[in-house]
């Protein structure tokens, strides 16, 4: 088969092509950004650098010089508001809706911008009436978003869980969790005036929204004992067990003293041994702790103590065996390890505290709701030290 020479004239006419497209592009960008002034590049560098100063003086000279253009004023809010000048970025909003040659979609992206500065400067009824006239349009999902936190703030929670659930549909992302928290919020408010009946339905609503909801099988057996029905509470502790197993670190103490109630300590005390045998936590071995002083005394409950450190030596063992330590002691011996318990005191003290996954924020008080990021069932039931040492 003979080569033909020909097609290789094809290379340079590919490549003068190629060259001329290229050209072409070049020349349309360079006509495209002399078209736009000075300033407006000054503030884009200013911004790449995280000069918000000397981007907002930029991007306010393009603004007055060519006072048409939204996309400025929509930046210029959008700084203001991310520097917390909240007040400015109203007003610019504000103009910018007050505007008549605003297009359908800028008008939304207005009422969207201006929804966040109310938000963000706590008028929360002015930023929930905007976010609701973005229901039907393009910012429906980040409306209904920002609604979620509106209502969880006002502690609304039965429009919480609607938006929630209009959240859900759009974006597909499972929402039941944070549904059963606000039901379990409704229970809580039903039993502070007194509604117990209301309350159990909430939580029966719980559990159907999310069955894994350990919260809510808390309250449960909470509200079966304040209604003499110890039996029935304690049916709903152990039922953590098949939710989530970790979480029973919370209700040991409640099961044996319930047990220890109705004269059946052994068979309590067997029950949180197991669990603790199961799955190792500190207030567990606290739990059972306290069981062991009640069925076998104070030495059996020392045993104890030891032989969880020799399996988990932490500080917060440790300071528990200290604790039991003292009980037998007297004199010069006492007083001395009372000073060494309070110098391992100061140093457990942030150990012993539980913890949020999402943020970080410890707290000694254990939260189905971070005070700190707002976020749902992000603290473990298991206290700083444990976690650290992933034991
Ligand atoms: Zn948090």
Known sequence: MSFEFWWLLGFPLFFILGWLAARIDIKELMSESRGLPMSYFRGLNFLLNEQQDKAIESLLEVAKNDPQTAEIHFALGNLFRRRGEVERAIKMHQNLLDRPDLDKEQRFEALFELGQDYFKAGFLDRAESLFVKLVGTSFEERGFSFLVDIYEQEKDWVKAIE???RLQYFTEKNKQKNIAHYYCEIATANLKTGDVTSAQKSLGKAL????????????????HLDKSEPQTAIDRWRGIERQNPAYLSLVGQRIF????HLGKAKEGYALIKKYLSDYPSYDLMQA??????????????????KSEIMKFPTLLTLNKLLETQLVNLEGKQKSDMRLVKNIVDQHVKHLS???????????????????ACNSWDTYSPRRYEEREGNL
């Open 208 to 223: 159907k929204e999310n069955p894994l909801c350990v919260r809510a099988n808390i309250a449960l057996g909470d509200i």
């Open 288 to 305: 059972v702790y306290e069981a062991n002083l009640v069925c076998s005394g104070v030495d059996r409950a020392y045993e104890l103590v």
């Open 163 to 165: 938006a929630s659930r």
């Open 257 to 260: 003293d319930v047990y220890n």
């Open 353 to 371: 505290l539980y913890f949020c996954d999402f943020c970080g924020f410890k707290a000694a008080k254990f939260h189905w709701h971070c005070p």
